[in-house]
């Protein structure tokens, strides 16, 4: 590849694991995505301790790129309608329904597609070290890059539409009518049970039909599997997101699992 290359990196950081992306811009390829993850859930400390080993064990992090892009994947976050928004009360947001400790740091991300504000606690020891090794970089929210991903790729229907990202003990889901959001929000599971307790709710106060409502699935859950298989009992219309990106995904990246790095592939 050439020096003059434009290159992005993205690292994706859920306290369950890590992905790693790095996009060409000038070949429009994806030259790098690697996912680890880990068996219990760790804390920021260790999880920054994973980052430093990944960075300097492996050469391509040694590359100048362009921008870099850290995207915090945690429940701890709220929406506000833009309109209604004062940065002086973020903590106020945010306490009514995520645990947040005295000395947390709390930022935003404006989600202009929609018009809200994303309410959230950054990591902020990786952000420091990403600074660090990196200079300038951007940090976003995992949920505003969903909410932008889908609602900036509307699907033609005029019946709801329930997106679920599936990591390994949170579900995010989206239900997206018209191309607005209904409802956003991150479930905590750790069954098969739980799993499908929290789908199903969501169907419930929203009234949605399990025979007639599409469900469009990313993220850690693939065919044949006990969470799909579950879904798959209780709900008609299951199917994989479907994406044309605008660059090349690398051969060793099967492309019929492109899904399971569908928030990481639409952060660039």
Known sequence: MSKTDIKELSIQINLNGLSFCILNRTTKTVEFLKTN????KLNPEEILNHIKAELSSNTVFSEDFNEVLVIHQNELSTLVPEE?????HKVDYLKFNSKILKNDFITEDKIS???????????????????????????????????????????PSEEPIVYINVNKNTLEILVVKDNKLQLFNVFEFYSKEDFIYYVLFVFEQL??????????????????DELFVMLYIYIRHVRFVEKAYDFKIAAETDRRYSHQHFLILNSF
């Open 113 to 155: 597609v929609n018009k809200t504000v994303n309410v959230y606690v950054p990591y902020v020891n990786i952000n420091n070290y990403i600074f660090e090794t990196f200079g300038e970089f951007v940090y976003k929210h995992s949920s505003s890059i969903l909410i932008e991903s889908v609602l900036n790729n509307p699907e």
């Open 37 to 40: 993850a880990f068996e219990h």
């Open 207 to 224: 009234k949605l039909d399990v025979e007639t409502t599409f469900v469009q699935l990313s993220g850690n859950i693939v065919i044949g």
């Open 84 to 88: 209604l928004y004062d940065a002086n």
